[in-house]
């Protein structure tokens, strides 16, 4: 029987940093399993969220920690993807990827991203994790050329010695939660490695992604 997972779900003020980092402390020493980041950059008097994750990565040893959850209109695919993948290396594989569709779309669309409807941003979600694990491939560049995503030979691994990077795969290939709905708190599916988490299945329309790395492995349903 598995063990029950136990997680900490913060949303950080500019004026709780320290409160906020003894807690983290507390819970590592404790034993507890994963600490969830409010990513909500819309929300000014919130500290942000990856600024905030790198912190408490470096103040603690085993938990790990994820952002509840990225709202990927405002953190587009490309530039996520170092972040996430660096954030995983610096951490030794402690970072996890939270991501979701998007929900309050005024508040995002004050920040200057386009309203999307429900089914929009279901299929630019999808498209964004399909780019994401092409993103991770050690020593591979990828060229997308999708509906809601384009790259040009783009990589974005960490820039470390190519036999490093392949040694330290699973460090720097996030796990990526996937919420099954688009508002409110979803049911959330936990992949143990990037592989293996796949947005809903939608009828939008159709990308191309193409990587002169090996492809992934062929992902899996979300749970519902």
């Not at 913060?10 to 409010?38: C, H, K």
Request: charged content about 20%.
């Amino acid at each position: 029987m598995e063990e029950e997972q136990v997680d900490v779900v913060l949303g950080v003020s500019t004026t709780a940093v320290a409160e906020v980092r003894a807690a983290a402390v507390a819970a590592d020493r404790a034993g507890l399993d994963l600490i969830g980041i409010q990513d909500e950059p819309y929300f000014g008097h919130l500290v942000d969220a990856f600024a905030l994750i790198a912190d408490l990565l470096t103040r603690t040893e085993r938990i790990q920690v994820f952002p509840d959850v990225v709202p990927l209109p405002l953190r587009p695919a490309a530039g996520l993807a170092r972040t996430a993948s660096s954030l995983s290396l610096l951490s030794g594989g402690r970072f996890q990827l939270g991501l979701g569709a998007g929900g309050v779309w005024d508040a995002m669309t004050s920040m200057g991203v386009e309203r999307l409807a429900p089914a929009q941003s279901l299929a630019a979600l999808e498209e964004a994790i399909a780019l994401l694990r092409q993103l991770w491939r050690a020593d591979a560049e990828v060229t997308a050329d999708g509906d809601w995503y384009a790259v040009a030979s783009t990589s974005t691994m960490p820039a470390t010695e190519s036999g490093q990077r392949r040694a330290n795969a699973s460090a720097t290939n996030p796990p990526i939660e996937c919420p099954t709905r688009t508002q409110g708190r979803g049911t959330f599916t936990t992949s143990s490695s990037f592989n293996n988490c796949a947005a809903p299945h939608t009828t939008g329309r159709s990308s191309e992604t193409t990587s002169t790395g090996s492809a992934p492995e062929a992902p899996h349903p979300a749970r519902s």
